[in-house]
C-alpha cells in the first residue's frame, strides 16, 4: 500500500491537519509534549494507503541524545521506503522562512525524498501576511533548488485547503498505483 507521510516542527500544527484530512478528531493528538510522542504512527486510510505521522523535529528542550535518535529514525524512514509516495513538509505560514525547516526540505532534496510543502496555519494573519510569508519562503527554496515546490496554503481551523491536499494525495496514489501495474 501507498504511504503519504506528514512531518513538521513541534506545534506547526500537524496533528490538526491531520485530523482535518482525515475527519477524524482525534487520530493524532494535538499539542504533542516533547519526548512523549517518538514512534512513527501509521494510520490505515483505506485499501488505497496509509497516513504516517512522523515525529515533529526541532524540539529545543530535549538532548542531543534524543535529537540523533529522532534524526536516525526519520532518515531511516525518509530514504528506505519504496511505498512512499510523498512527504508532506509543515510550515508554520506565520513565520520568516526558519533556518531548521530550509535545513530539512534541502536534505530532503538531496536524498531525493518526494516532498511538498504545507504552509499551515493560515487564518492566524490576514491574507496579505500569509501571502507575505509564503512568498519570503519560496523565494528562499528557490534560491536553494532553483525551483519552486508544489505547495499548499491550510487552515485547520477554518478547514481550508483540505480538497487541494486531498486531490494531490489521489494523485500521488494513483500514480503510485499505475507505476506498480
Ligand atoms: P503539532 O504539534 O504540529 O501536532 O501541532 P498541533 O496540531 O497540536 O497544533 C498546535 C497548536 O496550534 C494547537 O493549539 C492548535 O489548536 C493550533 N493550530 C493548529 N492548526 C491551526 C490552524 O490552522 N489555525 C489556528 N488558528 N490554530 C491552529
Redesign the pocket.
Known amino acids: 500500500r501507498a504511504e503519504i507521510a506528514f512531518i ?13 484530512l482525515t475527519g477524524v478528531k482525534e487520530l ?5 509534549k516533547p519526548g512523549k510522542t517518538q514512534l512513527i504512527n501509521h494510520f490505515m486510510i483505506d485499501d488505497r494507503w496509509y497516513l504516517v505521522d512522523l515525529p ?1 523535529y526541532g524540539f529545543a528542550k530535549v538532548s542531543k541524545d534524543t535529537k540523533d535518535k529522532w534524526e536516525k529514525m526519520i532518515s531511516s524512514y525518509l530514504t528506505g521506503r519504496d511505498n512512499l509516495c510523498g512527504v508532506f513538509v ?1 510550515i508554520d505560514s506565520r513565520l520568516e522562512p526558519q533556518k531548521i525547516d530550509l535545513e530539512f526540505l534541502n536534505w530532503c532534496g538531496e536524498e531525493g525524498v518526494p516532498f511538498v510543502v504545507v504552509f ?5 494573519q490576514s491574507k496579505t501576511q500569509t501571502d507575505k510569508n509564503v512568498k519570503a519562503f519560496l523565494n528562499k527554496m528557490e534560491d536553494i533548488f532553483g525551483d519552486i515546490p508544489d505547495y499548499f496554503v ?5 478547514g481550508s485547503g483540505k480538497d487541494e491536499v486531498l486531490q494531490f494525495v489521489d494523485e500521488l496514489i494513483s500514480e503510485y498505483e499505475s507505476e506498480r501495474t
Not at 516542527?9 to 482535518?20: A, C, D, F, Q, T
Not at 493524532?28 to 504533542?32: F, G, L, N, V
Not at 499551515?120 to 492566524?124: E, H, N, S, W, Y
Open positions: 513538521g516542527r513541534s506545534n506547526v500544527g500537524k496533528s490538526s491537519l491531520i485530523n482535518m493524532a493528538k494535538t499539542s504533542q515533529g509543515l499551515t496555519k493560515a487564518d492566524k491550510t487552515s485547520a481551523e477554518k
